[in-house]
């Protein structure tokens, strides 16, 4: 696979900690924020420029997709492999 996939992983990963606390209290603002700024600092930290719109769109199916009743673990894979496929990554 492409190097941003593991990024892409850990970008995801990055949010597990803080998403029920944030998700009781219905912050779906706070959780696209901790969303964005992990995505973000995982593709620096792997030296990769994500497409645009890439980590709002997964950011907003990761969030979609737990709001659904999906857990973080299945979201987290699920929105990985749409956004692969989406960004032709």
């Known amino acids: 696979m492409n190097a941003p996939l593991p990024a ?14 944030a998700m009781a209290s219905g912050e779906n603002d706070t959780i696209t924020r901790l969303c964005l700024a992990g995505f973000n600092a995982a593709m620096a930290h792997a030296g990769k420029t994500p497409p645009a719109g890439m980590g709002d769109y997964t950011c907003k199916c990761f969030l979609d997709a737990v709001n659904a009743g999906g857990s973080i673990q299945s979201a987290q894979a699920t929105c990985k492999q749409k956004a692969a496929e989406r960004y032709k990554l």
Request: hydrophobic share 70%; glycine share 8%.
């Open 8 to 21: 892409f992983g850990l970008a995801l990963s990055l949010v597990v900690a803080p998403i029920a606390p």
